[in-house]
């Protein structure tokens, strides 16, 4: 096994053990005994295991000239897999570029139109070619609406509004075409039954990567009505469409938008493909990341060695401590976090009461606020320093995860698709490495937000917006993109001063 694996703790579904065993565990922790300072490095979700090992063997030259010993948490998700495969295909479907044109017409007309001009009952939306004219900008690569202001104040979608518009869509015949082609499919191969040929007029049946549960939902209606051809579109799809338009002009009022087109984007997708665009990923990962350190009957690796190295601290093995941790690896900072707050406050656990992390280091954190939050609060407890190396709004939103599609970075992506809510449905949240929510006017995260924002307002050694070079060393980082930053010479420089320090 090379040097650089065997510092590696490799794990599997629900934080279990994967290539790596107990043993390998107990091997490493005994080669930090004595040690001046320990890294534990968590890299980021879009990777998989083999360029988690990668990044390991990369890295460790980095940390061990800093005079410091890694071990690196090496664990995979497929969520770049997901969103490689199913984004470009979304795009291509043409249920999807109906929904985008009709969505960004009577989003565009309803949150632009200046004070004033919506009037009760009124319903003013641009044409349909100058909407087309707007979503055609993508393939020279500008973002529509991008140029158009918005108005300090975005009324509300009235009662009025909301009869027009699903009064209109109701009677759009591209969108019951579009109805038709879906369900035709499923109801075809549904046995025992004649309502696909009535309901698609013969037209050829399409996929699409729509969330089964929606496309279900759909078929179900249609085989219920029967012979459908004489009905114009679905009550369903209409419903449905007229939503994501009242989604879209919420977030504008709330102040919780990415920008017309992105949050036009957003919100299809959270409603009719949220099943393929990799939330349930996103979400398995993120439990993932928390199970490590579960109690269970199966061993679990982060919870197996830091019973492990609570009790080579309690020897009287005292290292500095720093956690990395890149992209999704800040959630699993964030458990690791709440499990030694855990081991402190347990009589019978060896972690000495007094042990703190000298170091927490965040890399284009991709964790909620809310998950950051607890940490901070009590930070005289578990860590000495907090540092965040992320992008600058302007650089998040040239780091684009699509640009046909989705002209922002992944951390928008991740904040206005991916996230879930308390009750575990789809919900938007505010993303810790986006510098776009501190800036942000609009009362965001509440509570959660506030706290955070005070942090790190209160000093600003915790906060590296990227690209920033030629200042103070340690507070240096180039990085462009997202996954630049564990590569990036600036930012690594910056850690071995940290380090150093």
Known sequence: MHSSRRRCIHSGTSGRL???????????????????????????????????????????????DAGAEPVFFVWSSGLLETLAGNLPRIIEESVFQTLLSRVTRYAAGLVLQRPGQRTAGSLSAPPAKAVAAELALLRTGQEPYARHPVPAEVPPLGDGERVRITAEL?????????????????????PGTTAARDIDGGRAA????????????????????????????????????????????R?????????????????I????????????????????TADTFAEAPE????????????????????????????SAGAVFIGNLLDDLARRRAAADDPLPAD????????????????????????????????????????AERDDQLLPVLYPRSLLYFISGVLERGPEGRSALAPIAGMQHWYTSKGAFGERDS???????????????????????????????SHIAFDHDPATLASLARMLAD
């Open 355 to 394: 042990f703190r992390v000298r170091d927490v280091v965040l890399l284009a954190p991709a964790c909620t606020v809310s998950h950051l939050v607890p940490a901070v609060r009590q930070q005289s407890d578990l860590f000495d320093r907090l540092r965040m190396f992320t992008m600058t709004d302007e």
């Open 206 to 249: 399409v996929a699409t990567l729509m969330s089964p549960d929606v496309v279900a939902e759909l078929a179900a209606e249609a085989e219920a009505g029967g012979n459908r051809r004489a009905l114009v579109t679905s009550a369903l799809l209409v419903r449905k469409t007229v939503r994501v338009i009242g989604a879209v002009v």
């Open 18 to 64: 994967a290539s790596t065993s107990t043993d390998d565990i107990d091997a490493l922790v005994a080669g930090l005994k004595d040690r001046p300072r320990v890294v534990l490095h968590f890299h980021g979700g879009l990777i998989d295991d083999q360029l988690g090992f990668a990044t390991a063997e990369r890295l460790a030259p980095v940390y061990e």
């Open 269 to 288: 997708l959270r409603e009719f493909y949220l099943a393929n665009v990799g939330a349930a990923i996103w979400d398995a990962m993120k439990r993932q």
């Open 299 to 326: 061993v679990r690796a982060g919870r197996y060695f830091l019973d492990r190295f609570s009790a080579l601290l309690a020897s009287g093995t005292r290292p500095q401590v720093t956690v990395v941790g890149h």
């Open 170 to 190: 109701s009677a759009d015949s591209e969108l019951a075409d579009r109805n038709r082609e879906i369900v035709g499919s499923v109801l075809r191969s549904a």
């Open 251 to 267: 977030r504008f009022r709330d102040r919780t938008d990415h920008g017309l087109y992105p949050t036009v984007v957003e919100e």
């Open 450 to 480: 506030a706290d955070l924002r005070a942090f790190l307002g209160s000093d600003a050694r915790r906060t590296v917006w990227s690209p920033v070079e030629g200042g103070e060393p340690g507070l240096n980082s180039g990085a462009r």
